[in-house]
């Protein structure tokens, strides 16, 4: 990163390896955003198994990505962090089958394996309001499972488990949690309280750079193609016509709803929602109280670009 | 009588032992020896005791934040609401792991036996054995589940991955340790490979297997568990793999502490076991298990 | 019924021995034992007597020389015990019949009648690390008694026993021998014991290790069963091998 | 000359052996013995081909998919394309893994002698040595992490962890399997218990430690990958592991198949390190690693 | 300048041993190692003569009966040679002297000389595995006495070795003794040896364990030096323990 003089380091810890679900980021940090607001930000990749709120909860870094139900049970915890912005304002996450298995709906994925990541809500969210069973296996990352089990069902994201499936040959039909009433927002950027209460200024201009990062991201191919080179530096093993999939599919949940007018948008509606469900769901003692989950004090608004340029 | 003196560094000699200071008139009958239960289960319940204290010490002086590392009362309250749903997780995985054992102990002593036997089988494989022991099991998690499935036999194929290596070690370096002179004793009576492997070296070389079965006690636990993470099945069936990683999603640090406290529980029980057959089968005849008297 | 000829138990000719350190511990090496003979070998600490015991047992090949083995079943007594720790006095001694096959009855039979030779009747059940360094002894003299072979190699089989014990088992060395004529190369420090036991005598020196004579026994095990056999010329054949030891 | 005849069982003494059969005549001057390299270098070759046209075979035989197991073809094409990607995370996963063993061997060792040295302490701490084993790495990781940092420090502890164990107990077996005799003579010359143990003890059992080291050659970097996914390090910092997991989700079998191979040869070469030692150490006294002749 | 009355280095009083496996290796045991008294032992083998040497030597305890040891340095010569086999035959010879932080240069010295006195000066560099059995016996005995004891307890140390060797090493034993005056308890198949070398010579049996009696030496190492001691006293007393032996 290009430290400007005095710049404030800054550091976020990635949900993932950077992929171009974090080049907003990237493209901050590339066309000078951060530098601008005075910030120097070191961008920590995640992965499989690291656990952002507890590297954040514990200052190893100012600012992760993760799930808005791990807002919520961190917080239940005891741990002091909130949300200050969401990426996705409708949640990608959802399953996967066989085009041709002859599953059109939920119901008819009942009674078969689901390959799920262990713990994640929205599948026994499907279970409870869709009333069907079925029995669940680790997903451990790789979908080959589910490219040689037809009637498999594959937890994914349609950025990328879909691409590699399309890429494997198979056809499939994806069916999001968004759909069945479940739709935490996902990747929401959180903080601790302190560090929130303590350096708002800060806070603000590193979301303000970020959202201008994403929308240029989006917008501008030239830019991400730049970034997208970056990300391949940062990320060698990543495929570079998957991430252009990525960066293209994952443009309309980043900009659905809310997010058209103000990236990173929340509302007390939504995580309420999301704090019902999860206590219906048994993943959270009654009584939370879903305005201590977020705060959108320090957030800029910058709008969703209007054109999304096809990829190049 | 003079005798000549030419011992400078070491007393000479003639030089009078103190008979109080150098007389050890020794215990008539013996003390009752060290080899009670107390002295057995004493030790490990003082270490107990002393860890949980300074767990709580650190925790308490150092403000340890309770989403890393609960406190043993915060950990301690949480076994009531927990035990009910630990119970089934703890006896899966303890299937899994005792079965994967179970296969380790039949396949690694299998294959020492083969590597022992021929010499050209050990050079041939001991390399595959350590390639075997180092692929990562998110590689062949995918294979694996295609092949058996997602769950317990996968897990159980695991766990046997994990702890073949050290039982196919040890064994191996027992029965290429055998004294040479009894061997040549038995090829001079004629005696086949196949009677010289059973009679001989593989009695000699018990005490290095149980060695290697002690290894293999705590791996094939850690073996299962690895399965459950990435091959496993959700729910109850899903072992303390599943309850570790759904409770660590939920930042449940008590019960993560628990589920990994049974997972220590599985292990050693079988541990504990191993040790029994060590006792019994070596403390006539090995020195490693002989009492120290005679 | 003609009888055939017997071929030699051992053949030596020209045999060295260099171990792998560089060391020669066998100068070249001529020696031949018939059939039925008893042939024992004295000489000082290190001259090469176990060395050789080794080759004539195939446990050790020879590095220039010929070596011929006509032996097709060979008992040897280590100089050390050599026994199984975990097995028993008993399942010890019925070790070679049981790896031969002899019928489970006979193996027993003839265990138990070797370690009645050896005075360990008492201790069968006993593991080895409960027995004294000279009952030890006596297990491996056993095993290799109970083991009926045609050639007998024994490496200081009585070093470790008392003497009165060590005459007996001598004597019944040479009884079991007048019943079965089996071949015996027999290493002892004791030349009296030498001259006593064996056809012939195997002088050895060292630096390098070679024979130096070999005596015939005034006393031969096969000629005169009961009679006194401390004769003038048994005294006198030990003190000329005991200067001819001295001397080299 | 009649003789009483009571052998029936084997062949009686007179019985002639037929020269032709039984004379074993030996070669005069020993044949280049089998200690040769290509004696050490042909079976695992062999073996490797026989194993690489087992897969190719099955492969084309049951049809077995390519995002299941590539076809060693592909796997070999893949080199060219990826080579330049793989080196830097072999280095940083080599990196981490012989810390690993470093620290494993330094600190199984300490302890094993600890053990060794207080009985007290062995009865204390070994069920503890066993659940550190056991505990899985996903339960401490997070501790880990926010202690240590991401990267390659947390990487090399985890390797540590994992390799620990088996250098301890194959080092107590050792040390307690010394002779007896020894031992007291060494009490009756007035030994310090630490001479005893650095110069009878730990040389004594140093055959059984470089078995516990064998195993924690593979152990280490099987740790220091299992670190990696846990880290979360992208690129080239990210070593072996982010580049399994990185793959494994593309599905791109031969490139991950690769790393696999990678992470094999870090321990193969670390094994072979080990071996070296071993023979270097052991050959002049140790049966294990003598030849056969003397 | 007043002597000071010398403790006795070990003195038994109704001491008995049983193992662990039950066994009863020694009935009650009275004896007495005056300072500067060399005792050997004879009896029969599984006596229990190792048994009561390790006792005198602290290695194992009584079972009943009071033992005080007076002695401050023992050395002891196991039955076997009970040697490190990773180090070298000097280092093993210097293990006591470097165990009692003698300095090196005197360590050295010592080792030296005990090699040279069992022959092995030759084979320093050699590790055991590269030696013979006797001549492992010698390094086991040029260690023990390398260290300089005030008391020195022997496990049939010249059983391996042939008579000229043996006889050699037990004179070089009475030599040193002349010289530094230690204790020396001793156990010997041989009884003439036992005889020569001792002031009493202890008779066991066996059955439980036992002494059956303590015979005074008609030739005591300390009383002439030089003289022939051979003397017809010696083949009496040799006669008469024989016989003693031979009766229980
Ligand atoms: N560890 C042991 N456990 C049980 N019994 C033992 C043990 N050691 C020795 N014995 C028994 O005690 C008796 C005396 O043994 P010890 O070794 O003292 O005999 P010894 O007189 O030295 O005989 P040798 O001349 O053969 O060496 C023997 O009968 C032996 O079987
Ligand atoms: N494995 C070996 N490597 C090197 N040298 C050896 C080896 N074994 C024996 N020697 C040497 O060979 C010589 C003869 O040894 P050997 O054991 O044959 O002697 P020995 O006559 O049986 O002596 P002893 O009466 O002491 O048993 C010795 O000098 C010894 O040092
Ligand atoms: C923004 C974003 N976050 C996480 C993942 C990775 N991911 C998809 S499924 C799954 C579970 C298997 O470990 C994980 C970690 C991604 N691809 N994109
Ligand atoms: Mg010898
Ligand atoms: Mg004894």
Redesign the pocket.
């Known amino acids: 990163a290009p430290a400007s003089a005095g710049a404030e380091p800054v550091s976020v810890v990635l949900g993932w390896y950077p992929t171009a679900e974090s080049g907003g980021f990237y493209a901050a940090e590339e066309q000078g955003l951060f530098a601008q607001q005075g910030l120097d930000v070191d961008i920590q990749p995640g992965g499989p198994q690291v656990s952002q709120t507890q590297v954040v909860a514990s200052g190893r870094a100012d600012f992760g990505l993760s799930d808005a139900t791990t807002v919520a049970n961190a917080k239940a915890t005891g741990i002091p962090i909130v949300a200050v912005a969401a990426l996705f304002q409708e949640n990608p996450v959802g399953v996967m089958v066989h085009a041709d298995s002859g599953a059109q709906d939920w119901k008819d994925l009942a009674g078969r394996t689901w390959y799920v990541q262990t713990g994640q809500l929205g599948q026994e969210w499907v279970k409870r309001s869709q009333g069907i069973d079925f029995t669940t296996a680790a997903y451990n990352g790789s979908i080959a499972t589910f490219v040689h089990d037809d009637a498999a069902v594959q937890q994914g994201w349609p950025t990328n488990e879909a691409y590699t499936a399309q890429k494997e040959g198979v056809q499939t039909r994806f069916l999001s949690y968004a759909s069945a009433g479940y739709n935490p927002y996902n990747d929401v950027i959180f903080t601790t309280e302190d560090f929130l209460r303590d350096n708002p200024e800060k806070v603000r201009s590193f979301l303000d750079a970020t959202m201008r990062g994403w929308s240029a991201y989006m917008s501008d191919t030239a830019l991400a193609e730049k970034v997208n080179a970056t990300l391949q530096q940062e990320n060698p093993q990543l495929d570079a016509a998957a991430n252009w999939f990525a960066w293209d599919a994952q443009r309309q949940f980043l900009t659905a709803g809310d997010g058209a007018t103000a990236l990173g948008a929340m509302t007390p509606a939504r995580w309420s929602t999301l704090v019902d469900q999860m206590t219906q769901l048994g993943a959270l003692e009654p009584g939370l109280d879903p305005a201590s989950l977020f705060d959108t004090s320090a957030l800029p608004t910058v709008p969703a670009p209007t054109t999304l340029p096809p990829a190049p | 009588m003079s005798i000549a003196e030419k011992t400078p560094a070491t007393p000479p000699a003639q030089t009078p032992a103190t008979p109080q200071a150098a007389a050890r008139p020794t215990v008539p009958r013996k003390a009752p020896s060290g080899r009670t239960l107390l002295s057995f289960v004493l030790p490990p319940l003082v270490v107990l005791v002393i860890a949980v204290a300074l767990w709580q010490a650190l925790i308490s002086l150092f403000g340890v934040p309770k989403f890393l590392v609960p406190a043993p009362l915060d950990v301690l309250a949480e076994i009531g609401p927990a035990i009910g749903t630990l119970v089934e997780p703890t006896l899966v995985t303890m299937g899994e792991a005792y079965g994967g054992f179970l296969l380790a102990a039949v396949v690694g002593f299998a294959v020492a036996f083969v590597m022992a036997r021929w010499n050209v089988a050990e050079r041939g494989l001991y390399p595959y054995m350590v390639l075997l022991q180092t692929i990562p099991i998110i590689a062949v998690a995918p294979i694996l589940v295609v092949w058996l499935g997602p769950g317990p036999t996968t897990n159980t194929v695991v766990a046997a991955m994990i702890a073949v290596f050290p039982v196919t070690a040890n064994t191996l370096t027992g029965l290429k340790s055998t004294d040479r002179n009894l061997v040549q004793l038995f090829a001079m009576a004629g005696a086949s490979k196949r009677y010289e492997m059973s009679v001989l070296r593989i009695p000699y070389a018990l005490p290095y297997v149980l060695t290697g079965l002690r290894i293999a006690a705590g791996s094939s636990v850690i073996g299962a568990i690895v399965g459950e993470f990435v091959a496993g099945i959700g729910g109850g069936q899903g072992g303390l793999g599943y309850v570790i990683t759904s409770t660590a999603q939920q930042l449940l640090m008590p019960r993560l502490f628990l589920a990994v406290i049974a997972a220590s529980c599985v292990s050693l029980l079988l541990f504990g076991l191993v040790r029994l057959v060590e006792v019994l089968a070596l403390r006539r005849w090995h020195e490693s298990a002989m009492s120290s008297d005679d | 019924m003609t009888t055939a000829v017997q071929a030699d138990l051992v053949r030596f000719a020209g045999v060295t021995k260099t171990?792998?350190?560089g060391?020669t511990?066998l100068a070249p090496i001529d020696l031949t034992i018939g059939p039925g003979k008893v042939v024992s070998i004295v000489?000082?600490?290190?001259?090469?007597?176990?060395?050789?015991l080794r080759m004539a047992g195939g446990l050790s090949s020879p590095t220039t020389g010929e070596l011929s083995i006509g032996s097709t079943q060979n008992s040897y007594v280590f100089?050390d015990p050599t026994l199984m720790a975990w097995r028993n006095v008993l399942a010890n001694t019925e070790l070679v019949s049981r790896i031969r096959k002899v019928p489970r009855a006979e193996t027993r039979r003839r265990a138990v009648e070797a370690l009645r030779l050896v005075g360990l009747e008492n201790v069968q059940k006993s593991l080895p690390r409960e027995l004294s360094g000279g009952m030890r002894m006596r297990v491996s003299l056993a095993r290799a008694l109970a083991s009926e072979p045609d050639l007998m190699l024994m490496?200081?089989p009585f070093a470790a026993l008392d003497e009165f014990t060590r005459d007996r088992m001598a004597d019944e060395l040479i009884r079991l021998w007048r019943e079965r004529r089996f071949g015996v190369l027999f290493?002892t420090?004791s030349i009296r014991e030498a001259v006593k036991i064996a056809h012939e005598v195997v002088v050895?020196a060292?630096g390098p290790?070679r024979i130096v004579e070999i005596v015939e026994s005034p006393s031969p095990p096969g000629t005169d069963p009961d009679a006194a056999r401390d004769t003038d010329a048994l005294d006198e054949t030990v003190k000329y091998i005991g200067a001819r030891l001295a001397a080299a």
């Open positions: 171990y792998s350190n060391f511990a000489g000082p600490s290190g001259c090469g007597k176990t060395t050789l100089q490496d200081e290493i420090h050895m060292s290790g």
